[in-house]
């Protein structure tokens, strides 16, 4: 079993839809959650960093965790064309460890 | 805008040759890197972590010979790929964290393409 599961997609979703991306992960030690946007060719790009269970809001993108069920989603409302992406899970232990990450899940989103 | 910078952005090189890539953190020091390689349609694979005044540590299966680290200052890290063959050819991207201990996140660098021919 993988420590952190993510479905790879494709996901493919009409402009202006509601997109939830989750992750799974079976290691309780992990502390510190990331979601990244991954353009094609381009460096992962930090888009939500959160530390805590609960809930984190950022323009359109909230980020969830549950880390009693071990169990992040990003949700993107509004979802623009622009959005079409690739989305990694990311997350650490704490301190400067390496990160884990998900497969990540491709998205498109279609006009 | 951008806290950590790769360069070059993409090189193509002839097989059995050495390339070198250099990872900069911008405006911040940094004593731990990390480096990624990343084939197409593919996560990110952790290739090495980056120690700023000691031998980098490598992950399993990655040859220590083959992909040299060296993280000369404390904004500055290289890989070398010394004698590329064509399959090494992949995407290749560094991180760096950057904030309070604790609560430090990683930043990516935009990443080099390096084609083997």
């Known amino acids: 079993q993988k420590e952190v599961e993510q479905d790879p997609g494709p996901l493919s979703v009409p402009e202006g839809a509601i997109v939830s991306l989750n992750c799974t992960y079976s290691?309780?030690?992990?502390?510190?959650f990331m979601w990244y946007r991954q353009y094609s060719r381009k460096g992962p790009e930090l888009l939500m960093y959160?530390?805590?269970?609960g809930n984190k809001e950022d323009g359109r993108f909230t980020a969830q965790v549950d880390k009693s069920s071990k169990y992040i989603s990003l949700f993107i409302r509004d979802s623009q064309p622009s959005d079409s992406a690739t989305y990694l899970c990311?997350?650490?232990?704490?301190?400067?460890?390496?990160?884990?990450f998900g497969a990540g899940t491709r998205l498109a989103v279609h006009p | 805008g951008a806290v950590v910078s790769q360069h070059p952005s993409w090189v193509i090189c002839k097989s059995g040759t050495s390339v070198k890539i250099e990872c900069r953190s911008l405006?911040?020091?940094?004593?731990?890197m990390f480096w990624y390689r990343q084939f197409p349609k593919q996560s990110l694979m952790l290739m090495a972590t980056?120690?700023?005044?000691?031998?980098?540590?490598?992950e399993q299966g990655v040859e220590k010979d083959k992909f040299l680290i060296n993280h000369a200052s404390l904004t500055l890290s290289t890989l070398t790929v010394t004698s590329a063959h064509p399959e090494d050819s992949s995407f290749y991207i560094c991180?760096?964290?950057?904030?309070?201990?604790?609560?430090?996140?990683?930043?990516f660098g935009p990443g080099t393409r390096l084609l083997v021919l």
């Open positions: 959160t530390y805590s269970s």
């Open positions: 990311a997350m650490v232990s704490g301190g400067y460890n390496k990160l884990i």
């Open positions: 980056s120690n700023e005044g000691s031998k980098a540590t490598y």
């Open positions: 405006d911040f020091q940094a004593t731990t």
């Open positions: 991180s760096a964290p950057r904030g309070l201990a604790g609560q430090e996140t990683q930043y």
């Open positions: 290691n309780s030690a992990f502390q510190y």
